[in-house]
């Protein structure tokens, strides 16, 4: 098992477990830094919407290019239809928590598991059409790793980086958005343009993430990375790389353990290594963990039994001011 | 309308509207305290609870795998609420944390357990068996009158009968408080109501309906049944009453509509295979919310014209 795992991790068992390994590690750093932003921007469920939307997307994609001759096979057609379900899921999720007085969560489950079930109805349409047709469309829900082609690697490595980079060359109006949408726009900041970008950036790794991850975990991917990353740092520049590597480190140790065991499916240890990291960030991070916390509220509670004043609130007075220069206020 | 009726689609048609109604009516509460993914979350954490329990007691009775899955829906509650307070994580991005960790953790054990003489994957996890609730004894409409017959119904349909009755009940016994408390908390505590017990209460009855329904149709109806009959009646009226009444239409209309275009649907296409009813159903609600969104009487917030 230890042998097994040594060697996935150095890439030696296999040119289909080191394809998916890197795929993995990519698509996880990328995950991690586009999901930032949706994070502090407190949208980090409109990512499950907009996972769980592909479903219909993809079936009808499927069913599109077999009616047009093909074997409905092809990854780029699959995703391109999966994108543009998810942005149709997007766009009603936006639209009944603005023009109705539904609130976004409401709106958000709604479109989450009724698209799903629509999903559900075109996926046996698509059982009935040929006896015997075997589409495969079911491993979109899970993620499946098995099989994997280099073009596949090659569209998530390549669409991996086109996000990060996307996300790097914006990161400044990004972060301003989400942390203060007014005080954005009077900057000059298109506060409903970097809204649309944070969703398009969310839904390309959702869409790249589909092959490994799968469409019901996806949303893990974009939410646990920056969650533990916040417990490190409270500067926007470091939470977003933070989150990448975690997301990466997650992506490539996942792939790593599971192709070095049996019946371990990637995309659910990918997650539980990203749970993992944040277990470990929740209980040991220097500024707001478990431990710190602990041992400071045993610590005043020794002060107030002694008869000594207690401490000011630690960092109160050090704290910055405003999240303008990128700082995050630490009451988040 | 005949004998093959009674066999095939009574039983599955009336668990698939037990079902819709026990989880429209603690729906409507969730939704007004803007916890509306609650339901979200509990059911994806059903799973691994349901595996654990598989685990422990080798069986796949109703016993054991109903405290499994409470049992999993009540830790995953305390989870979140750990990881919202010690982590000052905001209320979303803990549960995305919790529940999606938590489903990961629950596809592993099922990947690991040997599962294979058992009804118990993954895919039923998520659309359910409801086409298989048949009830082969019946040989027409006057099977319900005989006792033999009635004994081979689907327990399920016992189970979900019973826990939809036990939420109706239960929201009708504990309406003012649960009313009070759902609109003005600080209100409700000056004049008694325990708002915290109210509050846990509600996650609990919410489990044991998601739970319930989750081992007959799976967990997409029990998301779009939580969430979509309530939404459209949110968007018809003003009043709490009047709300709950007509969340419960939607989600008769739901089921029935579901179940009918997913079975006899594709037939009057033309086609010889039924659709998945589960799915149709959630399909149904979402086209019900819809229709609600631009048409509904109180669609808009309070204080904006109506007329768009």
Redesign the interface.
Known sequence: MWDAFLKALLFQSGYNASLVAIGAALLGAAAGSCGTFLFLRKRALVSDALAHSTLPGICVAFIVMVLLGGTGRNLAGLLLGSAASAGLGVFVVHWLSTRTRLPEDAAIGAILSTFFGFGVVLLTVIQSMRSGYQAGLESFLLGSTAGMLFEDALLIAVGGALAVLFVLLFRRPLALTSFDPEFASTVGVRVGAMDLAMMLLAMGVVVIGLKIVGLVLIVALLVIPPVAARFWTDRVEFVMLLAGIFGGLSGYLGAAISASAPRMPTGPIIILVGAAIFVLSLVLSPRRGLVVELRRRRRAQARLLAGWPVDPQPDAASAPQACVRGHLDPSR | MGAEFVQLSLTPLLIAVLAAVACALPGNFL?LR????V??AISHVVLPGIVLAFLISGTLATGPVLLGAMAAAVFAAVLIEL?KR?????P??????VF??L???G??LL??TDTSGVHLD??HA??GNLESLIWLAADGWHSLLDPAALKRMPTELFRMGAVAILIAVLTVLFWRPLKLSTFDEGFARTVGVPTLLVSFALVVVTAIAVVAAFDAVGS??V??M???PP?AA??MTNRLEVQVVWSVVFAILSAVGGYVL?GYG?LWLG??????A??????V???I?LCA?LW?P?????GEPVA?
């Open positions: 939704l803007r916890q509306a993914l339901g979200d990881v010690v982590g000052k994580v905001e979303g991005a803990a549960m995305g944390v999606s960790s489903f990961a953790a596809v592993l990947e690991q993954v895919e998520l659309y997409i109806i998301i779009a939580l969430i979509c939404a949110r968007l997913g594709p086609s010889e295979y039924a659709v998945s589960a799915g149709m159903i959630a399909t609600s979402g086209v919310l969104a509904g109180c669609r808009k917030r309070i768009s």
